[in-house]
């Protein structure tokens, strides 16, 4: 039998904000993060917005000596790992190291890096790059550098998988528990992309909004008039744990992890099928692994990332796999205030709905101001919402057509609620 899976810390960082605390008031207030871009002059881009992390310092996580040894991407994990230990105070006693894990994706990993010492090269030649440029940027390196800060040494991976990168990561240290060879995992994602090069591609590819001179309302998933995604960066790192082992020192559970699916569209690189097959296959994944029925579902936090065909095809994809029940199942897009954070999407997706199912309420989808025929869903629109939430899923869609799905739910002890989950609808996490 698999062993029992629950969510004991959180730690989020983001352009809606620098802890938890923060993300979560800001997506309750329906407050957007995105601002014109000022990490670098964006004035001759087409698109010049962002979802930047704000007033970010390393320093209260990291020693001066070694942040320049890391990208942001990295900076942004141990932040959010930082946060996510302490909230669950997990112990790694050394002679049981073993069994705590380190499992954080990206999609991309460390852009910024690669192009500083690019440029170095050219200027001055190989001489001129650093020593620790390939550490600082390589994508498993995020959880190699979490590992080494909390002395976890079991399993040590890290998935790159575009947009799904943190949903892969977390499902996968879910089956490492499920399966017994670990305790505990720390997991998650993190991305950084916001640089010319990540800004410039995605805008090459006409992938982003260019509400330039209306930042705030720039994402605005299943809208009529959305336009493309707002690009966005952070870190969303969860503790995973087994839960005898969290029962057995007092931890507080915030949700129980029961579900996971993964699926493949053999589509196209970065466009979903008209049929959505992949996303479909996915959900029915995530929910037959939970051992539910699709109707006991009662929310969705949607991939949702405002441009044309994702909404478009993701409702029709709920749609198929929910039947009638799709029209009475809330569904929102927190990307429309935190824009799209790529490889850490997931991860800070996968604590909001921890969060949801924690305090009993839904986040809005905002700027949802003109309802788009083929988008034709409840996306709670533009104000929280309390409800009864007992089953919560998670979508994740990336380019290369790689799909996953998180299905928790509130955690129940002898048919009740645990103590330390019935806090009114609308408090805080």
């Keep these: 039998m698999n062993r029992r899976v629950v969510v004991t810390g959180i730690g989020l960082v983001c352009g809606s904000g620098n802890t938890k605390e923060e993300v979560w008031a800001n997506l309750l207030a329906g407050r957007s993060g995105v601002a014109p871009i000022a990490r670098f002059d964006a004035s001759n881009f087409p698109v010049r917005i962002a979802s930047e992390v704000k007033n970010f310092d390393p320093l209260k996580f990291i020693e001066k000596k070694e942040v320049k040894k890391m990208d942001i991407f990295i900076h942004f994990a141990i932040a959010a790992a930082q946060e996510a230990m302490d909230d669950s105070g997990l112990p790694i006693p050394q002679d049981q190291a073993y069994r705590v894990?380190?499992?954080?994706?990206?999609?991309?990993?460390?852009?910024?890096?690669?192009?500083?010492?690019?440029?170095?090269?050219?200027?001055?030649?190989?001489?001129?790059?650093?020593?620790?440029?390939?550490?600082a940027s390589i994508v498993n390196l995020a959880a190699g550098?979490?590992?080494?800060?909390?002395?976890?040494?079991?399993?040590n991976s890290a998935t790159?998988?575009?947009?799904?990168?943190?949903?892969?990561?977390?499902?996968?240290?879910?089956?490492?528990?499920?399966?017994?060879?670990?305790d505990a995992m720390i997991c998650g994602g993190a991305e950084a992309g916001i640089t010319p090069m990540g800004v410039g591609g995605f805008a090459a590819m006409r992938a982003l909004s260019t509400r330039n001179d209306q930042p705030q309302i720039a994402s605005r998933p299943f809208d009529a008039d959305r336009d493309g995604f707002v690009i966005g960066e952070g870190a969303g790192i969860l503790i995973l744990e087994e839960l005898e082992h969290a029962l057995s020192r007092g931890a507080k559970i915030y949700a129980e992890m029961v579900g996971y699916g993964m699926s493949s569209d053999a589509f196209h690189i970065t466009q979903p099928s008209e049929e959505g097959d992949g996303a479909v296959r996915v959900m029915e994944n995530a929910i037959r692994d939970a051992g539910v029925q699709p109707h006991e579902v009662d929310y969705i936090n949607a991939h949702g990332t405002s441009t044309y065909y994702n909404d478009k095809i993701e409702t029709y994809a709920i749609k198929k796999v929910f039947g009638d029940s799709a029209y009475s199942i809330p569904v929102s897009s927190t990307k429309s205030m935190m824009g799209h954070l790529l490889g850490?999407?997931?991860?800070?997706?996968?604590?909001v709905i921890s969060l949801v199912l924690c305090n009993q309420v839904m986040p809005p989808t905002v700027n949802y101001e003109k309802p788009d025929p083929d988008c034709d869903l409840d996306y709670v629109p533009n104000t929280a919402r309390r409800a009864r939430v007992h089953y919560a899923l998670s979508n994740s869609f990336g380019f290369?057509?790689?799909?996953?799905?998180?299905?928790?739910?509130?955690?129940?002890?002898?048919?009740k609620p645990a103590s330390g989950n019935n806090k009114p609808p609308g408090s805080g996490g």
């Design 101 to 135: 894990g380190s499992y954080i994706g990206s999609g991309i990993g460390g852009f910024g890096t690669i192009e500083r010492e690019h440029e170095k090269f050219m200027k001055g030649g190989p001489g001129r790059i650093s020593p620790f440029f390939i550490p």
């Design 145 to 155: 550098q979490v590992s080494i800060r909390f002395g976890a040494k079991g399993p």
């Design 160 to 182: 790159c998988t575009a947009c799904s990168s943190g949903a892969h990561a977390i499902g996968d240290s879910f089956r490492i528990i499920q399966r017994g060879e670990a």
């Design 344 to 351: 850490a999407a997931g991860g800070v997706e996968a604590g």
């Design 400 to 415: 290369g057509g790689t799909n996953a799905a998180l299905l928790m739910r509130q955690y129940e002890r002898d048919g």
